[in-house]
């Protein structure tokens, strides 16, 4: 085989390191762009997943989905009735981060 | 506007296991290439050597991934980088991830080449799971083109070693029997010989 193919480590490392910048480069557009599926452009805006309102369901679904939200309040509909507070839809688009 | 710089460590631990991804199925790809006996001969001792250089390669990249991964708290392995499932973040998915790195470094210690493609396995359902990028198009052509063409000589390789059973011993062979002794010139015969 020819020299133009040896796999030598000087080649190896260069590659890589090539590689592996552009790699973050790519990755940075993408973040500053809001476009990362890892990082949503509102993630540090939209409200902490504990502060937002939750939605309106039976209580054995609310202890389900959300087992550290506080109790909430008798009065669910269908239980006797009461205030409720108003709907809040959560956002669509949450902040959602993988390791990698 | 997201600063990319808030998010740097987890954008370069992301970006080394990209990279560890390619490495290593490379180097799995060129072993099975010369395992399976499709490399051509004159090339094997080029592509054996690139094999074990992008190997070193991997596990280095590997460790990279998983340490620049630690400088983001949000998605920081903790202990789970050394111990599988420990982690806080995702353990199932990080968990296959540091099996894998687990199983691919002690496979490169102890000489035991046949534990690669398991561990290559779990990394691939690591990235599967657990990849941020794994829904990107970008990474998904080069990540399922690896995958395919590795599981492909894979299964290649385990079908001719099924089908080609190791050869059975072969008894010793009887003792030959002693060369019958050349007849006598001639000149030994005397005259009653004609």
């Known amino acids: 085989m020819s020299a133009r193919w040896d796999p030598s480590w000087r080649r190896l490392l260069a590659g890589t390191g090539l590689l592996f910048a552009l790699l973050v480069g790519l990755l940075a557009i993408r973040v500053h762009a809001g476009a990362d599926p890892g990082l949503r452009r509102d993630a540090t805006s939209a409200p902490a997943p504990q502060e937002r309102a939750l939605p309106q369901l039976p209580r054995h679904e609310r202890r389900r989905l959300y087992p550290g939200a506080p109790a909430p309040p008798y009065g669910m509909p269908g239980q006797g009735g009461g205030a409720l507070p108003p709907r809040v839809e959560p956002s669509p688009r949450l902040p959602d981060m993988r390791s990698s | 506007v997201t600063d990319p710089l808030a998010h740097v460590w987890w954008l370069a631990g992301r970006s080394a296991g990209i990279v560890a991804w390619l490495a290593l199925s490379a180097a799995v790809v060129l072993g099975l290439l010369l395992v399976t006996g499709l490399a051509p001969g004159r090339a094997r001792e080029m592509l054996g050597l690139a094999r074990d250089r992008l190997g070193v390669l991997a596990l280095g990249l590997l460790a990279a991934h998983g340490v620049l991964l630690l ?124």
């Open chain 2, 71 to 194: 400088g983001e708290p949000r998605v920081s392995p903790g202990l789970g980088l050394v111990v599988p499932f420990a982690s806080g973040h995702d353990p199932l998915w990080t968990g296959l991830g540091t099996l894998a790195g687990i199983l691919l470094a002690v496979a490169a210690i102890a000489r035991a080449r046949q534990v690669v493609p398991v561990g290559w396995l779990l990394a691939a359902v690591h990235v599967i799971g657990g990849g941020t990028d794994a829904g990107s198009l970008w990474l998904q052509v080069p990540f399922y083109v690896t995958l395919v063409y590795g599981l492909a000589l894979l299964g290649w390789w385990a079908a001719t070693t099924v089908r080609e059973p190791p050869p059975e011993p072969v008894p010793p062979e009887p003792a030959a029997p002693e060369p019958a002794l050349a007849p006598a010139p001639l000149w030994l015969r005397g005259e009653g010989g004609r």
